[in-house]
């Protein structure tokens, strides 16, 4: 069973920085495309980041290019999302999650991200 915790989110002032981690248990993980969902209040959920496995090519969300930055470590099964220059509108629940063969898709719990003005 594949299970992904995620970590690092909280409340940081507009202008600031956050970093989520997420680490996978179970599965291959080097074989995944992982990446970054996030929903805020009222809205629809959207991708934010992902990372393909096979060549590492990185897709980004138009609002955060040039401000977020993902990453994995496949020793460590471990995705990350370094973001930066932090906005009011980022503020939403930030999900880790998975894709095998485009098809398997799995999913953490989410973490919150709050940012105030």
């Known amino acids: 069973q594949v299970q992904l915790a995620e970590s690092g989110g909280g409340l940081v002032q507009a202008g600031g920085s956050l970093r989520l981690s997420c680490v996978v248990s179970g599965g291959t993980f080097s074989r995944y495309d992982m990446g970054w969902f996030r929903q805020a209040p009222g809205k629809e959920r959207e991708l934010v980041a992902r990372i393909r496995w096979n060549d590492g090519w990185i897709y980004y969300l138009d609002s955060v290019k040039g401000r977020f930055t993902a990453s994995r470590d496949d020793a460590k099964n471990t995705v990350y999302l370094q973001m930066n220059s932090l906005r009011p509108e980022d503020t939403a629940i930030y999900y880790c999650?998975?894709?095998?063969?485009?098809?398997?898709?799995?999913w953490g719990q989410g973490t919150q991200v709050t940012v105030s003005v």
């Open positions: 999650h998975g894709l095998l063969h485009g098809t398997f898709n799995f």
